[in-house]
């Protein structure tokens, strides 16, 4: 049986991508290898969450769609975004689209 999921998440992580360009939270530098390191749930001791997007979640999720491996069964990345960015307008569109890739997971 074939996920149909996997071009419809790759086209959500370009969004994603996007988004973030767009709000101006996509950086340049890399955070250092201990943070990149981290075990807590979005590397929340480490990095801030524009930056976990960036260098853990959409590597991570594209390598995934590239080798067809199985997806995770569950995917709530909308809930902590709501709250991070909660009063920042700019973040209004990325959130839609992190929205759009949890319901597409978790379908």
Not at 21 to 44: D, G, K, Q, T, Y
Not at 47 to 67: V, Y
Not at 81 to 91: I, L
Request: aromatic share 8%; net charge negative.
């Amino acid at each position: 049986m074939t996920d149909t999921r996997y071009i419809p998440l790759a086209s959500l992580l370009i969004d994603i991508e996007c988004e973030l360009r767009r709000a101006l939270l996509w950086s340049a530098e890399a955070p250092s290898p201990e943070a990149l390191a981290s075990v807590e749930p979005f590397c929340v001791d480490t990095m801030d969450l524009q930056q976990w997007l960036q260098f853990i979640f959409l590597p991570r999720m594209h390598a995934m769609i590239e080798a067809r491996a199985p997806l995770p069964a569950q995917c709530n990345i909308t809930a902590i975004a709501e709250t991070v960015w909660a009063s920042n307008a700019q973040t209004k569109a990325l959130i839609g689209v992190l929205r759009t890739f949890d319901e597409t997971i978790n379908s």
